[in-house]
C-alpha cells in the first residue's frame, strides 16, 4: 500500500497532491524525512514530515519502474555567496561560510535549477554548465517580461 499525501513545498511555496510508495524514515539535520518513490513524479524523493499536510492510505503499484531505479544522479558545484539557513535547508548543508563551495547530488535537474533559482543571489551554481545555461534562459525569460510592461 501507499499514501497519497498532501505536501507543501518550500521550493514552490505552494500545495501538491503526491501518490507516493514510503520506503524508510531517516533523520537529518534534527528533521524527519519520509524517503517514498514518488509516482507523481516518476522518481524517488523525500518528504519532510512537518510538511506533510495530511496523509491517507492509497493503493499503488508494486513496482517501482527499472528505468527510474537506473537512473544516474546529478552533482551539482554550488558556490555560497550568503549564507542563510533557508540556504542550508534547502541543500542540506550545516556549515555555510561566504566562498565556500560544495558538491550536491539530486536525481532530478528540474529541482536543481528551481533551488537555485529559488536561492536568488545567495549562491552560485558553478556546474554543471548545462543547467547554468538553462537558468540564464529562464532568468532572461523573467526579465523580458519585466521589461514588457
Known amino acids: 500500500m501507499g499514501l497519497q499525501i498532501i505536501y507543501h513545498s518550500l521550493y514552490r511555496d505552494e ?29 524517488f524523493r523525500e518528504f519532510r514530515v512537518d ?7 492509497q493503493a499503488v503499484q508494486k ?10 544522479s546529478y552533482t551539482a558545484t554550488i558556490k555560497v555567496l550568503t549564507p542563510t539557513r533557508a540556504i542550508a535547508e534547502r541543500f542540506k ?15 532530478s535537474l528540474q529541482w536543481m535549477e528551481r533551488s537555485i533559482m529559488a536561492s536568488g543571489r545567495a549562491v552560485c551554481l558553478q556546474s554543471p554548465p548545462e543547467v547554468r545555461k538553462s537558468i540564464a534562459v529562464m532568468a532572461q525569460s523573467m526579465l523580458d517580461c519585466y521589461k514588457a510592461s
Open 15 to 43: 500545495l501538491s497532491t503526491r501518490i507516493i510508495f514510503p520506503i524508510e524514515m531517516v533523520e537529518k539535520d534534527g528533521h524527519f524525512y519520509l524517503s517514498s518513490y514518488c509516482y507523481s513524479a516518476l522518481d
Open 63 to 72: 513496482e517501482i519502474p527499472k528505468s527510474t531505479i537506473e537512473q544516474s
Open 93 to 107: 548543508q550545516s556549515e555555510l561560510a561566504v566562498n565556500a563551495t560544495f558538491d550536491f547530488e539530486t536525481y
Open 51 to 57: 510538511r506533510i499536510q495530511g496523509a491517507m492510505v
